[in-house]
């Protein structure tokens, strides 16, 4: 977690098309229901799912999948974002905030653009995580706190909001959430000691709509979880798109932790940081939330929004909200009319912090000899990057399972100081020298897993297992396979969606941090994902060299890829 300092500017601009570029305009019906070849935003689809029902590649001939063609992006630092796909079109956007348009047939660049960002920024996390469309505009959230549209035809600038000021610790990495003409997005910077948000922009002109605070101000419902003036920098960033449901009009977003990390100095549950809430698209009001676990200590935001699938639970149907939690467990909630209701949770890694979880509530119970506060040092697992971090996980309708990476047998220790804040500089109470990510002996076997878990009957059925640590997103597909990457081999790989057998991999340039998606143009269907390694997966290869004491490289560089079966070009 260094600060990054821009040595150059990178200039606006757009590369025009070599020639006019035909553009299919996105409708919100088309977002509610997109064609099968076709990956219109982040995950797919508003349920979150990252499931394409394009079953051409399939578990009998994913063997023979070959590149058909790369690009590199010419940029360094994780390449996180999915390759949206318009009937042809493709977007992927990069760490500093450049969006590039591209023939999804034959890899030509149509345009590309590039974002001025100011010399003094402090990246703390130099990524973006995606673009969003509507109508014929491109929409990206950036790194200095604007959003920006785009013609999707020729990357000209349409307009740019300013969502705040980034001299004060905001920032932006997620791909915004579009629905009914209404552009979300959220802030990041909570260990920068800012008071997060989620705000909703007119797609058309850049009005702000509504902005809707995840600490409450005092006399506002939740005010009483925070003491004195806590709430003024209390963190509860909003790092990941929401997902939605069109039946009840309610976006739901997973928060980040309190801050600062010592949760000594901010007594009180802290709502609604380490939650979901539910928003209302038209007013931004937050009619419901489910907080995973109170007065969070361990750094472990559960900022990646739940994934909405009906599934069997105690012989009942019910509209379910799945979240792996960087806490270690797997929750069920259900969405009822009441508001979010709690069904299980469930370890999936080994977690010494939980002592018990109310069986009507959800809520835990903690050992307290396992909670960081100032002026001690204290041990706890899984470690502060949790039992999974921001790669979302995948579940296909067709095998009923989800599919989960996930890191196992790690520990961290943190050493609380008093700290005093600083506009835009870290408020996070522990020192990085004093920040210990730790192995158990079970990690010469294995530290990065991919777990497949039957919702229906509650259990996991599947694990393989990595020796590196895993940051791979997953996709899921009609072809009974599974895709992910995430480790320091470089390699991405697919997935017996049955077994978890590995049918086939792929070495690729650096480590696969980006979210696989599938599309098909012609009736051929193509895999794509960008392959650059870089911040957090980094930065824990850092911590897990100092404690293996080894030395291990991992290039960076972005590469967009896209496979297919032979025979598969244009």
Known sequence: MHRLLLPF???TAAVPAAEPATYTPITAQRLEQPEPGNWLMYRRTYDSQGYSPLDQINAGNVEKLVPLWTISTGMEEAHQAPPLVNDGMMFISTPRNQVL???????????????????DLFQLHPTNRGVALFGDRVYIATVDAFLVALDAKTGEVLWEQQVEDYLNGYYMTLAPLVVDGKVMVGTSGGELGVRGFIQAFDADSGKSLWKTFTVPAPGEPGSETWKGDTWKHGGVPVWMTGSYDPATKLSYWGTGNAGPWMADVRPGDNLYATSVIAVDVNTGAIKSHHQYH???????DEVV????VDFKHDGRMVKGLIHEGRSGYLWMLERTDKGIGYLDAKPFVKQNVFTSIDAKTGRPSYDPVRIPHTGKRVEFCPSFWGGKDWPPSAYSPQTGYLYLPANENLCSALTGEPVKYVPGQLYMGVPIPK???FPTPEAKDHIGELQAWDLAAGKKVWTTTF???NWGPVLATGGGLVFSGGTNDRNFRAF???TGKILWQQRTNSGVVGIPVSYAIDGKQYIAVQSGWGVDAQRKQDFLDKAFGTKTNVPQGGVLWVFGLPGTTH
Do not use: C, F, Q
């Open 9 to 11: 500017l990178l200039v």
């Open 101 to 119: 348009a591209i023939d999804a047939r034959t890899g030509n660049i149509r345009w590309r653009y590039r974002r001025e960002l100011p010399e």
């Open 294 to 300: 109170w007065n969070d200590a361990w750094d472990w």
């Open 305 to 308: 929004a739940p994934i909405l």
């Open 435 to 437: 920040m210990e990510v």
């Open 467 to 469: 020796k590196s640590h």
């Open 496 to 498: 017996d969606a049955k």
